[in-house]
């Protein structure tokens, strides 16, 4: 089966690096300032041409409140007057991107993260969603995959009436711990009543698919309170669940200075909590798909696993891997082919420019022919568990062992501990490697060497 996780301890603190998610190869930390608008022109031209499908992620920035473990792009503010300049910059945005663009790519997959979009009011919200769908071709018929980050303290039911009459069919529920200590600890004071309101109203309003979000490694967490808090999310039964690996990083993310570092639990302990919520969301049914996340055997990343079409961009695991990715808002990413580009992350910057009629494009990469190889090699590890030689042979006319000669005293060594098995034709991933997956990647990245690994979170 392709949930089995054999939990090794001692595989486990052997192989529990520091390394990057692998949302893609090469990772963001390689994106460099010469990569500018001329650059996304060319690749959104060659989209157009080939009439790819077209995948949206657009960022709101805006909190009203702080959350201190978060790491993500935002702006904490209580004045909702500051969305309205925003949104008149992120419309510019939206046609000048969608002029390069044909009419006839449909859009199948779109995503409003941040931030909390739901920190627009109902105006606003339909405003923008009206914009979109008057420069991009967005489906009619509920078919596609049009998800938005909820944080029930943000919504209510009527909230919910109008996303599902915007066109959203699936919702991703922040909650992090239930446990109040933990909560007033990071500042995040919200309710398992709050939550199962939204929860209540989305299936009401039959919205498609429900994710939960959990984090482990908090402070004042211990084994037995964050088991609780995964017992009460489990009677939810939500769809998908990610349960994140809490990276505190004081150092890079201001926020993270408020959490006292004495009240984190400690490295055994989080093993103990994932150990434990992975045998309770086991014994629940859901299976484990990767790199945190786990989902219902008839949830469709479930089945795209079984049938080895699973895919990972920078929404994570994805079944629109094949579509182009256009990221709309300050900080946002796109993939358009072998270009990955980022907005400016100043969100002043980002608004002054798209004042001037200029896209903000602020850094990114364009995927040379070894990239294109790795890359595909890290996207079937890290989605299947396996790799096959012969089809990357195949794909990118090279002898594997060949090619990558260099790296087989590591693979030996990974296969001599039970991670993997190794052969002439492949690679699998065993049960005991499978929570280990981002250091089996991580052989295969050849920019590791030269970053700076307290970039990253630990693989567990």
Known sequence: MLDAIRWDTDLIRRYDLAGPRYTSYPTAVQFNSQVGTFDLFHALRDSRKALRPLSLYVHVPFCANICYYCACNKVITKDRGRAMPYLQ???QEIQLIACHLDPAQKVEQLHFGGGTPTFLSHDELRQLMAHL????????????????EIDPREADWSTMGLLRELGFNRVSIGLQDLDPAVQRAVNRLQSLEETRAVIDAARTLQFRSINIDLIYGLPKQTPDNFARTVEEVISLQPDRLSVFNYAHLPERFMPQRRINGNELPSPAHKLEMLQRTIEQLTAAGYRYIGMDHFALPDDELAIAQEEETLQRNFQGYTTHGHCDLIGLGVSAISQIGDLYCQNSSDLNEYQNTLAAAQLATSRGLVCNADDRLRRAVIQQLICNFSLDFAEIEQQ????????????????????????????????EVLPAGRLLVRSVCMVFDAYLEQQNRQRFSRVI
Do not use: C
Not at 141 to 146: N, T, V
Not at 396 to 422: E, H, K, S
């Open 89 to 91: 910059r992120l419309e």
């Open 133 to 148: 769908r008057k420069h991009f071709n967005l489906l009619e018929d509920d078919s596609g995959d049009y998800g938005i």
């Open 396 to 427: 990118f006319n090279v002898d594997f062992q060949g090619y990558f000669g260099a790296l087989w005293p590591q693979l030996q060594g990974m296969a001599n501990d039970g991670l993997i098995t190794l052969d002439r034709e492949r690679i």
